[in-house]
Every structure is written in C-alpha cells, then in structure tokens.
C-alpha cells in the first residue's frame, strides 16, 4: 500500500468527480484524519467543505452489518452463503421461468470501476441481458449520447488545466462553486492571476459561482440550444469560423449551419436581450482560447443530448478542441461515473467504449469473457426499467449503490414497481434508507476508507481508492458479493476473482482487445502488466495509458483532428429549440428547479452524519423570488408546500431574487429518513430527453402556498425519535445527537406534552425531568434516563426559537444554562 509518512495512506475523496487526492490515517482513538494529497494532479492538496469534513462521515451510525432478509416486520439476519445463494436462486429462477430480460440490475457511479466492471459481466456477459443501468443515466446520459453523435465516441477531450490556460470559460447549467469546488477554486486562482481570463456563467439562477463571472446570463428554462444555434449563426455571420478544421476535419456543417440560422426568437427563447446575446457572441467568437463547461443544466432536460451538441457544434465550427486552453467539456458528478460509462454499465452501451451494434465488438467480447449468451441487444434505461417493473415485468432487481426511492422522478410510481416486483436486492451501507426499507433482502457494503479499487475523475483520470479502516459486521466490498452470486449461478470460472487487483487488469486487457490501431479511445494497455504491488502502488493515469504513467502526465484528446467515427471526422448535429415537455399552466403557474447545496451530498446518508456539514443548509428550503412570496403571501422563513398533480412537498422558504420571479429552486438532499416530506422527486414529473433516457429534473410546473402552524418545537436527542405525526419536521445532525425541528397544528402546550411523551417513549427507561425553566409560552426542558438524554423547547413561533441555546444547553445539561435559555415570546 502506498504510505506516505507517519502512516498516511493516499486514497481519493468519495465525492464528486473532480476526483481529489486524499490522504487518510487512521488515529488511536479511531478517528480517521484527513488531508489534501498535494501530489495529485486533480487537487494539489487542495479539499472542499466535503472533502474536509470526510473523517466525521466514517463512524458506523447506522450501517448496515449483516446480511439482512426482510418479510414484513420481521428481519432475519443471513450468512452471506446463504444470502448470496438466495439472490442466485432468485435471479436464475426468474431467467429460467421468465426469461433473461425479467431481470436486472439498478446501480451507481458510487461503485468502484472493479464492481461496475463485475456486475456488467455478470448481466450482460452471463445472465445474457442488458437490462443493467447506472443512476448516471439520471446524469451523465445526454452528454454520453453528444459526445457520440459528434464524436463517434464517449470522449471527455480537455484536461483540468485548460480551465486555467483558457481566456474565456463558459459555464453552462454548472453550479461549479458547490458542485466541483476544488476545480472552481483552481479556475477562481487562475483568474486572479490571469485578469485576461474571463468568465461567463449561464443559470437562470444567479449561484455562488456568480461570484467569479464577468456575465451572467440567466437564460430561461431550456433555452440553450436556441442560445448556442444563435452563436453558430453569430461566428459565421462575423467570420469567425474555422473554415480549414471545418473541411479538413468535419462533415455536416452546412446543413447543421442552416437549421442553426432557422432559429428564431432567440430573444423570447433565452429570455436574454439582444444586447447580452451579442455580448456573449462576441466574446467567444474573439476569444481564441475557450472552455465550455457544462452539467446538470445542460443533461437533465428533456433536450439534453441536443443542448449538449449544440455547444460542441460550435467548438467544431471554430475549431476551439483538442488545443489547450480550448474543448468542451462535460464535468461528471459522481466519484465514478467515468468508471461506469468505461466498464459499460449503462444498458444502450456494450463495455470498454465498446458497442453493441458492432458486430466484431460483440465477439471480441464473447470471446473474451469466453460466453455464448452476451446479450445481443441494448437493455432498459433506469426510467423504462422502472416502469418495467411496475407492469410486473422485471421479476428480480439488485440495487447496488443509489436510492432510487429519492432519486428517480415520480417517487410514488417509484415506490409502486417496487412493491410490484417479486425480489428486490438492495446493497448499501447504511440499514435504514427509502430504498432499503422496500427491499426483501439487504446487503451491507464497505463504504469509503473501507473498500478498495479505482475511481475515473471528470478529465479520464484513474486513482487509487485505498482501504484505511476495517469494515464493520460483515460488510463486503461489492465486486466480492457479485462474484459470489455468479459462482453459485454456475459462472465460477469467470468470476473466481480473489483480489480487486486481478478485475482490474482484466479489464485493462480487454480495453486492449481490437484496438491495436487506436480504433478506440479508451485503452489501458500500459496497465494489464500491473502486478499485485503496482496495482497497490498505482499513482494516477490519465487514460489512455500507452504505457505506465510515473509522473502526472496531461493529453487532450483530437489535437490531431482525428475523431473515433468510421471516416475519421467529427458530426456536426443539427438541433433545434423544443420546448421542454411540461408548461406551467394556471394550476401549477411556477417552475421548479432542482440541485444541490453545497455541504450535502445527494440523499445525506454521509453527508448527514457530519454536523460540521449539517449546519450551511440545516433545513430543506425552497428559494423563492421577492415579488412571488408577495404575490402568494409568503413571508420569509414560512413552511411551503409546493404541490402539482403527482404531489406535494413541504420546505421552509427563502426569499432571494437569486432565482426568476417564474422560477422556484430545491435541493435534492432531504427525504423521508431525514424530514416529513421533502423529496423534489415525488413532483419530477419523469419526462426524458429520448435519445438519451435522461429525465428532465430541472423543469416541473407546480405551484406554492404557504402553511401557517400554531407552534414550533426543538428536540436534541441522543436518538433517533420518530416524528411522523407532526405536520412537519427535519432532522439535523449535530454534535452528540440529532437537532429535530418540528412545526405542528396543536397548541403550544400540547405540543409540549406531545413531545415530552415522545421522548419518553423513545427512551426504554422512564426519564426524569433534569431541569425545566419558561413559562406557558416558552418551555425548555431537559430529560435524562441511562438511554436518552433530550432537550426540549417549544414556543408559538418557529422565530422565536433559539437552536444553538439549545444545543449548548445539551451538551453541558447544568441547570444554570438552562435558566439563562429563556426565550421571550
Ligand atoms: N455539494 C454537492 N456537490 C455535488 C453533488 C452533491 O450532491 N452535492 N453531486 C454531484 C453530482 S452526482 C453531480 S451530477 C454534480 C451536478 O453539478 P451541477 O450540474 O453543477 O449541479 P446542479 O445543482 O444539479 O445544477 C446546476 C445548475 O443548472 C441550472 N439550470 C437549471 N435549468 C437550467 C437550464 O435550462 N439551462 C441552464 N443553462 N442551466 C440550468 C440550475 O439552476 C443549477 O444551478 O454535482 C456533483 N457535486
Ligand atoms: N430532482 C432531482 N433528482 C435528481 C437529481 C437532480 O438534480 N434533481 N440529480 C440526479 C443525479 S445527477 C444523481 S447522480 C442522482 C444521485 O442519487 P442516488 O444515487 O440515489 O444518491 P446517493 O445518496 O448518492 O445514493 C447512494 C447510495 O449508495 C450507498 N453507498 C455509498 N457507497 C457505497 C458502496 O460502495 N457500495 C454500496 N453498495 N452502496 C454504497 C449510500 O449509502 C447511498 O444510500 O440523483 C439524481 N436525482
Ligand atoms: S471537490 Fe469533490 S473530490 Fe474534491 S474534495 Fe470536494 S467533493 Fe471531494
Ligand atoms: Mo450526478
């Protein structure tokens, strides 16, 4: 293992796809330290909020540690032989019954490349269906589906670097500042020292990465593909094209040009005046050196895939790729969603950049894997898998790595194909998720600093995640608990793996296989040397690997002009303006947007055990603008329920006019585990773009009122305390415990009976009151028993509530800061 001094240990952070070098070690009272990695190229020793705060997110709160059998209410703890036997019975019973498609496989760019790699085989190589795809479906699928149509292949051209060598970078639906911080950092740096280059960010919503721009451009909903038609039809119009890359290197520009010219009201579609277009026109067509950043506002659109080619159109059209400082480039969200798209665990791809409507990739791949039933046919994408599943058609579903009961748009269509398939597997960590509650049997995995394999970050690059710390019960490295099912479905000798080491290298080799002569991008063949030492000490490579990396190295795909498709030129696609599928109407007349905040990751089952990164957003919120809280009266701070035909959500307002008077702004974060009902996704409604399957989250008309309660409460506890009979609560972690904030129709005084009995009843023993102080109108009051320690406060108005008295009080429970703690009312 590589060490470093004193007992260091490099891995990479379990976050986002910037990828950033950690190093780990592992402290006598069994805290886990964390440091930047100054050696890795991706960060340089720099970490962000999440990064930082990692070592708090690797205590074992929660996890889940045996194999678990559920049947009804009663749970049944299982060795993992006769856990794994059951999920290969299961799964070959519904092939043999119902055929090979009656199955499938849910799973996640939060798996190790070595996992992805083996529940691809495993499904598509030797179950013999395709039906296995990745929540980067919910993310990265319309970028996957541009780069193809124009590239011929799933290509990410640029380099970190290019954002700091760049003089104009465009950040489009890209929320950096909070998503990628450590690149956002690196491009704020480059900025500083670079007042040449400049920044343009495109958002409807003015973000935090506002903060760098020199324009803001805050088009409306959808709008990108008319934005970039009119910059297409803007360089030529300005003789600003690249006539010679565009002859030598590209085809279809004339017709791409003239439906970009056919484009009209680009005003009207952009909501952007005429002068702001023609600033932005100009300053990419006169900037030599650009970068097209681009994200969740570009592929989570029902026109993501042709929002996505309109951008790299034009860089085609000026040449702008394949140079540094210059390309387009797609940032991916999750730690391995790279890693998904290259083992091929998406269900329209084959494996390795390979596909299957190549008739010699299908038998390099057979023979390979040394398998007669690789699936010949492209399987369902998350959402049609779903909706596979509640027409009774999927009969077996192995969830590895996502919470699909959060994240899928439709939660309750969700929650319905789940009760309607026969067996669903759920792997994770931790015991008590949305999805794991609907599973008939659960699986404990290692989470980060426990597991070990490698990880691709945004700019193609491979790094080590190493184990730190020892896994807890019975937790089991993924690929392992794949293997073992395969062996038991008869398949041993493909999956006799003993070390994460040896999948790697076979997967190294089969990126190598027919690709001698570069027909493909991704090969590696400068890994499948790598013995159980060099795997161990592997330091990051930048794909493709010709031969073994022994310093960072930096390359950018097309500077030679030669692109993957079969005449060796990149497409340019012809795109136009669709409005996205879903239009406000007087019933729901707003837009929801939805995203992340930045000390939150996805469904908080890590991030909400840290109460340093519990506290930057504490509550789920909604932002409204000024004049739309006063048009539907609400005031700031107010408890909003946002409602449309599929449902409704609550979450505490706040006013800014960072977002448009037409639009509303959620993050993604909170759910059932972690607040009454804060999901965005039981509002998404699931419209996809159809060329890549990825949903539209970012786009749902609804509508908003505000609710008035008649008292609030404040519980810290040692334990978890179920709340579901109050209109409204969420759970945030702090020291010690957990902050509840609750808001309820009863009277202040019977709220206060009502919670002084629920802390009661969580406690096993009966608890005495420690010390009580307020009146009618305001009580606080502390209980302790030998299970639970709890402090109470309740008032008439949510604002008069004073939460850090009550966490002080707390931890240090003396009377005395108790008596001070009396709030007015
Ligand atoms: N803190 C934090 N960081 C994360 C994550 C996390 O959960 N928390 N998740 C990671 C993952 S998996 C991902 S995919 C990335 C996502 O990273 P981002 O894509 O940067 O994040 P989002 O907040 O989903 O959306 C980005 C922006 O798109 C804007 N947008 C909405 N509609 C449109 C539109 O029509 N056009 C344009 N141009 N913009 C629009 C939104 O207002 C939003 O600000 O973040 C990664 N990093
Ligand atoms: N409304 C709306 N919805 C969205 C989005 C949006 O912008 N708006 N964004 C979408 C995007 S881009 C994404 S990426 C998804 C993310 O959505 P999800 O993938 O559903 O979110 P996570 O919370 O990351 O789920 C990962 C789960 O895997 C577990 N886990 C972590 N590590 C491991 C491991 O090594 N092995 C196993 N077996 N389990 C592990 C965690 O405990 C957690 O329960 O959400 C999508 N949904
Ligand atoms: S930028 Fe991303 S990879 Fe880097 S420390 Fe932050 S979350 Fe981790
Ligand atoms: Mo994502």
């Known amino acids: 293992m590589t060490q470093v001094n004193d007992g260091w240990i490099k891995t990479t952070c379990a976050y986002c796809g910037v990828g950033c070098g950690v190093e780990a070690r592992p402290l006598s009272s069994g805290k886990l330290e964390v440091r930047g990695d100054k050696s890795h190229p991706s960060n340089y020793g720099k970490l962000c909020t999440k990064g930082i705060a990692l070592g708090d997110t690797v205590i074992h709160d929660g996890r889940l540690l045996h194999p678990t059998l559920k049947m009804g209410s009663r749970t049944e703890a299982l060795s993992w032989d006769s856990a794994t036997q059951l999920v290969a019975d299961k799964f070959t019973q519904a092939i043999e019954q119902y055929g090979r498609d009656s199955v499938a496989f849910y799973v996640s760019g939060q798996l190790l490349t070595e996992d992805y790699y083996v529940a691809n085989k495993l499904m598509k190589g030797f179950m013999g269906s395709a039906n296995i795809d990745s929540n980067s479906r919910l993310c990265m699928a319309s970028s996957v589906v541009g780069h193809k ?111 970009a010219k056919s484009e009209a009201s680009i005003e009207q579609k952009t909501g952007l005046s005429r002068c702001q277009l023609d600033d932005f026109y100009q300053l990419f067509s006169q900037t030599e050196k650009v970068v097209t950043v681009y994200s969740q506002g570009v592929n989570q659109s029902s026109q993501g895939s042709d929002k996505v080619n309109s951008i790299l159109n034009c860089h085609l059209a000026t040449g702008k790729i394949g140079k540094v400082g210059s390309g387009p480039f797609s940032v991916t969200g999750q730690p391995n969603a790279m890693g998904g798209r290259e083992t091929g665990a998406l269900a329209n791809t084959l494996t390795a950049h390979m596909e299957f409507d190549n008739v010699e990739h299908h038998q390099l791949v057979s023979d390979f894997w040394q398998t007669d039933c690789l699936a010949r046919q492209p399987g369902l994408k998350a959402i049609d898998m779903f909706d596979a599943m509640a027409e009774g058609k999927i009969k077996a579903v192995w969830i590895m790595a996502t919470n699909p009961m959060v994240s899928l748009p439709d939660s309750k269509k969700i929650k319905a194909a789940l009760d309607a398939c026969p067996f669903v597997v759920v792997s994770d960590c931790i015991a008590d998720t949305e999805t794991s509650r609907m599973a008939d049997l659960v699986l ?92 161990s000490e592997l330091t990051p490579q930048q794909w493709p690997v010709q031969s073994m990396q022994s310093q960072p190295v930096e390359q950018r795909f097309f500077s030679d002009g030669r692109f993957f498709t079969p005449d060796g030129k990149a497409r340019f696609v012809a795109v136009k303006h669709n409005d996205p599928r879903s239009q406000c109407k007087s019933a729901v007349p707003l837009l929801l947007n939805s995203g992340r905040t930045r000390d939150h990751w996805h469904t908080m089952t890590r991030t909400g055990l840290s109460a340093q990164l519990g506290s930057h957003a504490p509550e789920p919120y909604v932002t409204v603008h000024p004049a739309t809280a006063e048009r539907y009266q609400i005031q700031p701070d107010d408890v909003v329920a946002i409602c449309n035909s599929q449902g409704e959500v609550l979450a505490r307002c706040r006013i800014s006019d960072e977002v448009s008077r037409q639009q509303v702004f959620m993050p993604i974060h909170w759910n059932s585990v972690t607040a009454k009902n804060s999901k965005p996704c039981s509002l998404i409604i699931p419209n996809t773009d159809i060329a890549s399957g990825q949903p539209e989250f970012k786009h749902t008309p609804v509508n908003i009122r505000p609710i008035r309660f008649n008292s609030s409460g404040l519980v810290v506890s040692k334990q978890v305390l179920e709340c579901s009979a109050y209109e409204y609560w969420v759970r945030q972690k702090v020291e010690g415990g957990y902050l509840y904030r609750i808001e309820s129709m009863l009277t202040q005084s019977k709220l206060s009976l009502s919670l002084q009995a629920l802390v009661d009843r969580t406690s096993a023993t009966r608890l005495s009151v420690l010390s009580q102080s307020g009146g009618a109108a305001d009580t606080m009051t502390a209980y302790a028993g030998e299970a639970l320690f709890a402090v109470v406060s309740t008032c008439q108005s949510h604002n008069k509530l004073d939460e850090e008295v009550l966490i002080e009080a707390f931890h240090s429970p003396e009377s005395h800061l108790l008596e001070s703690a009396v709030i007015s009312a």
């Open 444 to 535: 404990p995995a290692q989470g980060w600093s426990e597991k070990s394999g490698t990880v691709t970050n945004s700019e193609r690059r491979i790094s080590r995640q190493r184990r730190v710390l020892p896994s807890p019960g019975q937790a089991k490295a993924d690929w392992w608990v794949i293997s073992q099912v395969a062996q038991k479905m008869g398949f041993g000798h493909a999956f006799d793996y003993i070390h994460e080491g040896e999948i790697f290298s076979e997967y190294a080799r089969l990126t190598t296989i027919g690709n001698a002569h570069g027909e493909r991008d991704l090969n590696l063949i400068g890994l499948t040397q790598l013995d159980d030492r060099g795997y």
């Open 149 to 259: 149509r124009a590239f011929g292949s799933d290509t990410v051209p640029v380099c970190y670097s290019d954002l700091e060598q760049a003089e104009l970078v465009v950040l489009v639906g890209s929320n950096l500042a909070w998503c990628h911080p450590v690149l956002f950092q690196r491009l704020r740096a480059a900025k500083q020292d670079n007042p040449n280059l400049k920044v343009v960010v495109v958002d409807p919503r003015e973000t935090e990465t506002c903060n760098i721009a020199d324009m803001h451009l805050s088009i409306a909903s959808g709008g990108d593909v008319a934005l970039f038609n009119g910059l297409l039809s803007y360089l030529e119009e300005n003789e600003a094209l690249d006539t010679d890359f565009i002859a030598a290197h590209t085809n279809g520009f004339n017709e791409t040009l003239k439906v």
